[in-house]
């Protein structure tokens, strides 16, 4: 792909100082960069790195000027740096049709636009919406929807009746819907609870590799529009995310939680069950296991000044 300088700052919403006709053939970090390379820095450090190295163009904030780099300059560099990228390494395209080993019940409804990679397994009634994409392996069970334009890579289970939304992308080894951890003590054993509910998985989410979402007991796990989920995530059954949440890598949810919008879980956090946290609240890295004697309102953050062992309260606002 080849584009100018002009033509990429359009589509980035930014102006050209420089040569507008600059030709540019790729993208990449400054000290990788060649000529026709696009590159991009937010902080005057990296710009003298991007000055220095062989790319022939910088994005950059509106206060960078240079005398040997073509700069596009744009209100968010890391904003433009996440669009550029996407125009020069955009999405792989999927034919559309269904692999000779992947196994489609006869009740399924699936678009003629549906790629269906090798030894996928598609249950009774399963509807899966227009564009979406399933790659090798995969397993969708009997009443699941997926919706247009979703994506599950290599070995992805949906249980049965999991909905999956618009646009979502589920990464490699994902668990959505798997029961629930219930169980009662009864007569000297564990008696399992029956886990009859199941995900709903909102517009805009992705859920990375090996993250599990369990089904709830009774009702529905819900994961809020446009919430990301890391690698190593657990979320328990019947917990409900608002949208837009971001849950790192190894973050642990128990069930029946609620989460309010824009909450962040940074990595190895660990949530208590039948807890409400509030709006843009967010929780540090390995941060306390919140239990049932701890609150924590909006715009609050815990962080490891927590100590794991308290309980804390972290009050309403």
Known sequence: MTLTTAEIAQQLGGKVLGDPNARLTGFASADQARPGDLTFAETVEYFAAAEASAATAVIAGQEFTSASKVVIRVANPRVAFAKAVAIFFPEPEFTPGIHPTAVVAKSAQIDASVHIGPHCTIGERVTIGAQAVLLAGDHVGDDSVIGDDSRLFPNVTLYPRTQIGKRVRIHSGAVIGADGFGYVFDSGFHRKVPQIGHVVIGDDVEIGANSCVDRGALGATVIGRGTKIDNLVQVAHNV???????????????????????????????????????????????????????????????????????RIFCAFR
């Open 240 to 310: 409900q995310t608002g949208e837009h949440c971001l849950l790192i890598a190894q973050v642990g949810i128990s069930g029946s939680t609620k989460l309010g919008n824009y909450v962040v879980l940074a990595g190895q956090a660990g949530i208590g069950g039948h807890l409400k946290i509030g709006n843009q609240a967010t929780v540090g890295a390995t941060g306390p296991m919140m239990t049932s004697q701890t609150a924590f309102g909006p715009f609050s953050t815990a962080s490891k000044s927590c100590a794991i062992r308290r």
